[in-house]
């Protein structure tokens, strides 16, 4: 699906995950059940599935302490506030604002964007936002305005917990602060919890068979900024897919994101696990430029899929996200 198709029917998210789903929900949701009382995204990320999924309560989780607090501003701050915070933290340190001017006005072009202009101002800021201790509002909006700045709007950190991203070519310009502002009203719409643990420490105790587990966890044989410091490993892999058995065990559906081969490499876990069990296998199409759902991932040597528990694709068809994201057109 071409980006502008994209942004008839969904809300994407402001922040910039590797691995996000933003552009492959047109084949993602099809597959979630048409009704959902409880929908848990257990690595929320970028939060792109769970902002366009209809459910009667979301539940957003996820590892970074950094990420889940600043979900939770953006969950509960007017836009319009916010958006003003950042452009007081822009005008502070002096970056530029292509809303307002060109690129070759701040020494750049669209190649290399405004990075050399904002280079040094973006090193002030880090500097500032990794000294700060207090975690408060003003934390969290200056580690958006890093988001915002750095190094293709994503969010990193250190062994230290430092944010260490180089700066970017973008800025705050109108695209972005839109999109901004369409995705917080979008969460503030939603009847919601944001909840900061570890996927083996949190209790689900109250789900149901109508609920929804999404599951997107780091790639056990494909690295991401993300995914780092401390990774994700083989007992990593093996105890999450453990946690999915038991739900389906208890009848709760669930439905994992993942690749079974990366470049060359197997995650040969994730094949036998599905080899020995009897779920459903939905192969992902890796070439974004259309909606069809033939697999085109030869070329780049990746094969993704979404293994679920429960076959929701009878019900309307595979072609059916027009369906499925009606509400959510524009």
């Known amino acids: 699906m071409r980006r502008s198709e994209m942004n008839k029917f969904f809300t994407v998210s402001p922040l910039n995950y590797i691995g996000g789903k933003a552009r492959i929900l047109d084949q993602v949701l099809p597959c979630f059940p048409l009704h959902i009382d409880y929908f848990v995204d257990l690595f929320c990320g970028g939060c792109n599935v769970g902002i366009n999924t209809r459910a009667d309560r979301h539940i957003y989780n996820d590892k970074s302490p950094q990420l889940i607090g600043l979900l939770r501003l953006l969950a509960s701050k007017s836009p319009d506030e916010f958006i003003d915070d950042i452009n007081s933290v822009v005008e502070k340190f002096g970056f530029s604002r292509t809303s307002e001017h060109n690129f070759a006005y701040y020494g750049g072009n669209c190649m290399k964007g405004v990075s050399e202009y904002n280079r040094h101002k973006f090193i002030e800021l880090r500097d500032e936002f990794n000294s700060r201790l207090e975690h408060d509002d003003y934390y969290y909006t200056l580690l958006y305005t890093l988001i915002v700045f750095g190094f293709n709007n994503q969010m990193r950190f250190n062994a230290q917990g430092e944010f260490n991203?180089?700066?970017?070519?973008?800025?705050?310009?109108?695209?972005?602060?839109?999109k901004l502002r369409k995705f917080m009203l979008a969460l503030q719409d939603q009847n919601l919890d944001i909840l900061n643990y570890d996927f083996r420490d949190i209790k689900?105790?109250?789900l149901t068979r109508d609920s929804l587990v999404y599951v997107d966890p780091p790639y056990l044989i494909s690295g991401a900024t993300y995914n780092e410091n401390g990774g994700w490993t083989e007992q990593d892999e093996v105890d999450l897919l453990l946690f999915l058995d038991n739900l389906n065990e208890r009848g709760i559906q669930f439905a994992l994101s993942n690749v079974l081969s990366h470049k060359g490499k197997e995650n040969s876990i994730l094949h036998d696990w599905v080899r020995t069990n009897d779920y459903y296998l939905n192969q992902i199409q890796m070439d974004y430029s259309n909606s069809n759902y033939q697999v085109k991932g030869k070329n780049s040597g990746t094969k993704e899929v979404l293994i679920t528990n429960f076959n929701n694709l009878e019900e309307y068809g595979r072609q059916g996200f027009r369906v499925y994201c009606q509400p959510f057109g524009v």
Do not use: C, S, Y
Not at 165 to 178: A, E, H, I
């Open 165 to 178: 991203l180089p700066v970017g070519k973008r800025d705050f310009n109108l695209v972005l602060q839109r």
């Open 204 to 206: 689900l105790d109250f």
